[in-house]
Each structure stands twice: as C-alpha cells, then as structure tokens.
C-alpha cells in the first residue's frame, strides 16, 4: 500500500472513534455545545492537515513564506527584505518541490517527506515576492509552530504543519470561546465553524485563521454585552482590541468596520452606565485613533483618485493591461453599478463555493447540492429553540446588514480596482469564501420570535453536522483516488 491508503485507513478509523465519542457524549453526558465543538473541532481539523496537505490552498505559498519570514524574528535571525524580494530560509524549505493539483501522486510524495525530509541547519536566501496587502502580524501563530519546528530540527514539510497546527488549535480555542460567550443561537457559529471552506482556510497557513477568529470574536462579544446583562470585564475588552488589530491589518481593511458592531448595538439609553461609558468610549478612541492612523493616507489618496482624471488605474500584472480607475468608474457612478450588477449575476456560485463546493485550487469538487445541505442545517440551527426568548430588534438587523453589505462592497471594489483588467466587465476574483466569515453575524439577524424548532434539539443539528462532515472526509480521498 502507498502512503495516501494509510491516510484513507488513519481517516475512516479516527472518524469512526469521534462519532461513538460524539454520541456516547451526547446521549449520556450531554455537554454544553462549546465542548462538543473543541472535540470535533480539534479531531476534523488535524484531518485536514494532510486531507488538505500544504500549497493546496490559494496562495498559501505565499502565506507559507510570510509565516516563515515572521519566524525569522522570533528566532532573532535577519528575516531578509521585503524591499528586496528577500527571505532568509533553510534550503530544505527553500528547495522544497511544490506540488498542489490534488493528485493522488502529491499526496504521496507529501506523506513520504514526514518521514525521509532531511533537515539542514544553514541558512539561504530565497528570491520571493510576497506581495503584502496585510500586516505581518497576522502570521504570528503560524511562525511561533516554524520556529518551534526550525528549533527542534524538524524537516521542511513537518515545519509547515506544525505551523499549520498552531493555527488549527488557535482557531479552534478561539471558537470555544466564542460559544462560550454567546447568549443564544450558539448552533449558528457551531455549524459555519465546521463549513468544509472555513474547516479548509482555518486549517491551514492562511490569515484567514485571524480574520475568521477576529469576526467570530466581535460577533459574539457584541451580542453579549448587549444581551447576557453581565459586567464587561477588561479581560473582553482586551481581546475585543487584539481582534480590532487583527481586522485593521487583513484586507487592506475592508473588514474594519466590523469593528463598530458593539457600539452599534449599543445605541441605546438603558443600557449606558459610566464604567460601560468609559470601556467601550476608550475602546473606540483607540480603534477610531488606529484606523485614521492606518487607512488615513490612503482614503485621502482615494478622493484624489476621483477627482483627478490625470491618476493612472493599477496595472493588472497577471493580465498583462491596466484595470479602472476610480475617475472612470465615478463620472458617471452608473459605470460602477453596472459592474457590480454583472458581478451579482453570479450570486449562486459564490453561495455554493462560500460553503465548499469547490476545496483547494478550486479542483476538488464537493458538490453544489451536497453543500446546501449544510446551509439546511444552517437554517435549522437559525430558528431559536423553544427556552431561547431573546431575538435581535428590527433596528439591529439593519446596524447588522449595513455594516456587511459595506464590508462586502469594499470587498468587491478592492478586487475591481487591483484585480480586474479593463477588458472584463465584471469583478474578477472574488470568491465565495471572502464573505463567509460575515454569515454567523447575517444568520443571527433571520432569528424570529413567531419561530421556534419545539423538536429538533441542537444535539440533532451537531449529528448531523457530524455525518456531513464525514462525507466530506470522504469526498476528498474520493476525489484524491
């Protein structure tokens, strides 16, 4: 037997142990969801380290020398230059073969190189563009696992998946704790965690690990300090801040007003007392102080983009010509809704592939109709159980939805104007999975006092969640065979 039988024999083994685990759990000892989440959580995701092995994720290669570049300082070692297009490197990391078409052939040879990759403790310098539009810092987990792996003389594959699992652990610690938070409606984040797209991103070396944690920490500090009637503890506070960096520092900020959630909700007399006054009233200084400093120069730079003619538009590299300018897509404004209208044309395949119709570089096929299936669970785990009382108000919902439909067109206009030639006329590159982290905040908004599930207990929903979640295991090595 090759390496990927073994891999197809470890899954269906661990899979069958999680589920009698899951069940005895559920049956005899009926913990809370957050504990049932960090048992599947943790279980699904180190599969998919090797049934998503490394480079078989958009960009990651990139992500992988960022990760690898950040380590560099916390092994107090000349990290190279980004000015340069410079990375300090072991060879065996350096001169690691990429393979990323998802045949059965490269997972072999990943598999082989956890045992036979030889590590070497020199160092090179490596030749990369990594083209940033992110804060380095967003790598901080995933270069602590490189350089406890570079540290402990691991070899070039095992580096990147313990990297990989620190990420995976991060996440995973991160959504209990959110779930812990949460008022109600905790089967909402329970089911989108175990999406097959957010089970792929947070698993591996992207920042998308952050910007999942990031959102899914405001969303559930927002809703509960609007509604669980506790006392905001500093502890909240401080992560609330953490998590502002985080969004202030991925996406050239398109996320950042995600940021406000909190103080939105909180537009209401009753719920104002001093001590939650000067929080949350220095909290937003130093966001609102962060962002001005962050994104000051470049909203200034984008009025002048507007109303200057003469500015030219960003050069489209990959396409070989120049895309728009803010000019022509504001003299007249229809220009720019006539592009988003094209774009919206397409709405159900970014629906389908924000769930994970299609994994890796788009070629490993789940199937739109098995992933709607995760979004009828989603829909059950949307209607509130029968002891749940608390719903959002009318006002609420509309703080919720403004606040994604702007994160989703700066979204769009960021891809128009830096990915889109001019010859197109629709946005290229968006993919479904840049609005996923947005879902559990939009799915709370469609929970309505007049509906309650009376019968269907959230111990059904995380069933399941389950068997999706197995057969999605499984239509991967189906795939890979």
């Not at 999680?18 to 759990?25: A, E, K, P």
């Not at 000892?29 to 090797?50: A, D, H, M, S």
């Not at 560099?72 to 490197?89: C, D, K, Q, R, T």
């Not at 959504?175 to 999406?195: E, R, S």
Request: charged share 15%.
């Amino acid at each position: 037997m090759d390496e990927f039988s073994y891999l197809c024999i470890i899954t269906v083994i661990m899979l069958l142990i999680l589920t009698v685990t899951v069940i005895y759990l559920i049956i005899k000892k009926k913990p809370p969801l957050e504990y049932l989440y960090l048992l599947i959580g943790l279980t699904v995701g180190c599969l998919f380290l090797f049934l998503i092995p490394p480079f078989m994720t958009p960009d990651e290669n990139t992500h992988i020398r960022a990760g690898y570049y950040v380590s560099n300082y916390f092994l107090g070692l000349s990290p190279g230059s980004l000015e340069s297009n410079e990375i300090v490197m072991r060879p065996c990391d350096a001169n690691l073969e990429i393979k990323n078409e998802g045949t059965r052939e490269d997972y072999n040879y990943y598999l082989s190189e956890l045992w036979q990759g030889k590590n070497d403790s020199n160092l090179v310098t490596l030749n990369f563009d990594l083209n940033m539009n992110s804060w380095l810092g967003v790598y901080a987990i995933s270069a602590a696992g490189i350089a406890l792996a570079r540290i402990m003389g691991l070899a070039a594959i095992p580096t990147i998946l313990l990297g990989t699992l620190f990420n995976t652990v991060f996440f995973v610690m991160v959504t209990y704790y959110c779930l812990k938070k949460l008022p109600f409606g905790k089967m909402i984040l329970f089911t989108v965690a175990l999406f097959p797209m957010t089970l792929q991103q947070v698993n591996s070396m992207s920042y998308d690990n952050l910007l999942f944690a990031a959102i899914f920490v405001i969303t559930a500090l927002s809703l509960h300090w609007r509604y669980s009637g506790d006392n905001i503890k500093i502890s909240e506070v401080i992560i609330f801040l953490l998590a502002s960096i985080v969004l202030l520092g991925v996406k050239g900020g398109a996320y950042a007003l995600i940021i406000m959630l909190p103080f939105l909700l909180y537009l209401r007399t009753d719920l104002f007392t001093l001590k939650r006054l000067v929080m949350l009233g220095g909290a937003l200084l130093l966001v609102g102080g962060a962002f001005i400093l962050v994104f000051g120069g470049q909203v200034s730079g984008y009025i002048e983009q507007i109303n200057n003619p003469n500015l030219p538009a960003a050069y489209i590299s990959y396409a070989n010509e120049y895309g728009y300018s803010l000019y022509e897509l504001c003299h007249p404004l229809s220009n720019l809704g006539t592009l988003f209208l094209n774009t919206l044309k397409d709405g159900s395949w970014y629906i389908k592939t924000m769930g994970g119709m299609l994994l890796g570089w788009l070629n490993i096929s789940i199937g739109g109709n098995y992933i709607l299936l995760y979004y009828v669970v989603l829909g059950l785990a949307m209607v509130r159980k029968e002891n749940e009382i608390t719903c959002l108000r009318n006002w609420e919902r509309v703080v919720i939805w403004g606040s994604c439909v702007i994160c989703t067109g700066l979204i769009c206009l960021s891809m128009l104007l830096y990915w889109t030639p001019h010859s197109v006329h629709k946005i290229s590159g968006i993919q479904g999975r840049y609005f996923l982290p947005l879902l559990p905040m939009i799915a709370y908004t469609f929970r309505l006092k007049r509906l309650n599930r009376k019968k269907i207990q959230d111990e059904m929903l995380v069933i399941a969640l389950l068997c999706l979640t197995i057969a999605t295991c499984i239509l991967i090595l189906k795939y890979v065979c």
